[in-house]
Antibody
Framework: EVQLLESGGGLVQPGGSLRLSCAAS????????MSWVRQAPGKGLEWVCS????????YYADSVKGRFTISRDNSKNTLYLQMNSVRVDDTAVYYC?????????????WGQGTLVTVSS | EIVLAQSPGTLSLSPGERATLSCRAS???????LAWYQQKPGQAPRLLIY???SRATGIPDRFSGSGSGTDFTLTISRLEPEDFAVYYC????????FGPGTKVDMK
């Protein structure tokens, strides 16, 4: 059974940093692209970033480019999101999601999300 | 970058009725890389449809997708109580992003 367990969310001040993790199990992690998608309170889904299976290529939404970094450790079956220079409008539930293939952002499985609150 | 628009914003229907949801892209969607997701309150989204019209594993056949180019439709043939939710379209090709969503609520 595919499981994706996000952690690392919490309260952070504007301008601060936070690192989210997503522990994956139930599938061969190194064979699949992974993504982060966020949802601000009461709002819709926003794609944030993706990394292909090998980790060699990454893609970012304009809203986070230069501030967020997606990475993965295939030996630990773990996906990361390093969030720097966070802003109030980064407040959201952050979902980790598994692609259906090595390079796709078609998202077949999702974690339950971790809440990030940016506030002073 | 391809921008997706969804209509209507909210659809108020009764169980047993047919639901027709629209997703329109600002440019042609390459290789039919158009998907639909369902999200219920407090839950993560779930993949329903990919490649415009292919149902994901375990999705009942009352859900169907159609369209091409810039205009796409998700149809729920007969609404079941568990189908009342928010539905998002997504482009997963060279551009990546979601539409703003359509809420299907009970009349």
């Amino acid at each position: 059974e595919v499981q994706l367990l996000e952690s690392g969310g919490g309260l952070v001040q504007p301008g601060g940093s936070l690192r989210l993790s997503c522990a994956a199990s139930g599938f061969t992690f190194s064979n699949y692209a992974m993504s982060w998608v966020r949802q601000a309170p009461g709002k819709g889904l926003e794609w944030v970033c993706s990394v292909i299976a090998s980790g060699s290529n990454t893609y970012y939404a304009d809203s986070v480019k230069g501030r967020f970094t997606i990475s993965r450790d295939n030996s630990k079956n773990t996906l990361y999101l390093q969030m720097n220079s966070v802003r109030v409008d980064d407040t959201a539930v952050y979902y980790c999601a598994k692609g259906t293939g090595a390079v796709t952002t078609l998202l077949g499985y999702w974690g339950q999300g971790t809440l990030v609150t940016v506030s002073s | 970058e391809i921008v997706l628009a969804q209509s209507p914003g909210t659809l108020s229907l009764s169980p047993g009725e047919r639901a027709t949801l629209s997703c329109r892209a600002s440019q042609s969607v390459s290789s039919s890389y158009l998907a639909w997701y369902q999200q219920k309150p407090g839950q993560a989204p779930r993949l329903l449809i990919y490649g415009v019209s292919s149902r994901a594993t375990g999705i009942p056949d009352r859900f169907s997708g159609s369209g091409s180019g810039t205009d796409f439709t998700l149809t729920i043939s007969r609404l079941e109580p568990e189908d009342f939710a928010v539905y998002y379209c997504q482009q997963y090709g060279s551009s990546r992003g979601f539409g703003p969503g359509t809420k299907v609520d009970m009349k």
